[in-house]
Each structure stands twice: as structure tokens, then as C-alpha cells.
């Protein structure tokens, strides 16, 4: 009755492939600069170095 359904009971899981980031991200550029920023960081969450639209951020030592 009910085979229609995915393994998990129906919830939708979307695919967050680095190909579906990236159109994210690009989705970003349309906001305001600090809304575009906080639109990639959200997105970028748990990806960043991972997927090409998230690129690792590059670390400076401090000067002493």
C-alpha cells in the first residue's frame, strides 16, 4: 500500500551534492553584500573545503 514511500517513511532528503552548493551559493550573489556573505556561511555550513563553492579560507598566522 504504502511502497510509494522511500526507505526513511517518506521524508524528503534532498541531495546536497557539491553541484546543488554551488547553485545555492551562486543563488546568494542576488542578496545584499553582508546577506550574500551570511547566505554562503549558512549554506557552506559543514562543507567548507569540501565542495568547490565552499573553499577551505586560507590561515594567516599572527603577526606577534
Known amino acids: 500500500l504504502m511502497s510509494h514511500l522511500n ?5 524528503a532528503t534532498p ?6 552548493i554551488a547553485e545555492l551559493v ?3 550573489h542576488a542578496l545584499a553584500p553582508a546577506e550574500a556573505s ?3 556561511r549558512r ?3 559543514g562543507y567548507w573545503g569540501k ?7 586560507e590561515r594567516h598566522p ?3
Open 15 to 20: 541531495a546536497r551534492t557539491p553541484d546543488t
Open 7 to 11: 526507505a526513511n517513511g517518506g521524508a
Open 26 to 28: 551562486r543563488s546568494c
Open 51 to 57: 565542495a568547490e563553492a565552499c573553499p577551505a579560507r
Open 38 to 40: 551570511a547566505c554562503q
Open 62 to 64: 599572527t603577526a606577534d
Open 43 to 45: 549554506i557552506c555550513q
